[in-house]
């Protein structure tokens, strides 16, 4: 089993800047890609990005390429978002995702979900 536990949410005006984070606990050896998706009120679950055990694959999605930056930490258990020029179709629940498989797969374990609100 593992634990996903996201923070860093929040409103923030358009143009503006937040970072979330997620830290991992558990089963390590199920803690393979880190992954961030985002689902807004009327959008299906889409993945943000992405990032591979070592990290040194890295995906994102086309809309936030050149805005959004994923980094992971040395321990492999924790991954941020970076997130600049947000825009109002930022605003959405951003969750925190993993499992045993790289980053062109969605993993099994899911975090609770932070908000995340950019206004005009």
């Known amino acids: 089993q593992v634990q996903l536990v996201e923070s860093g949410g929040g409103a923030v005006q358009a143009g503006g800047s937040l970072t979330l984070s997620c830290v991992a606990s558990?089963?390590?050896?199920?803690?393979?890609?880190l992954s961030w998706y985002r689902q807004g009120p009327k959008n299906e679950r889409e993945l943000v990005a992405s990032?591979?055990?070592?990290?040194?694959?890295?995906k994102y999605a086309d809309s936030v390429k050149g805005r959004f930056t994923i980094s992971r930490g040395s321990d492999g258990k924790t991954v941020r978002l970076r997130m600049d020029n947000l825009r109002e179709e930022d605003t959405a629940m951003y969750y925190c995702?993993?499992?045993?498989?790289?980053?062109?797969?969605?993993?099994?374990?899911w975090g609770q979900g932070t908000q995340v609100t950019v206004f005009s």
């Open positions: 558990g089963n390590a050896f199920s803690v393979n890609a």
């Open positions: 995702n993993t499992g045993p498989l790289g980053v062109n797969f969605v993993g099994e374990y």
């Open positions: 990032i591979g055990r070592r990290g040194h694959e890295i």
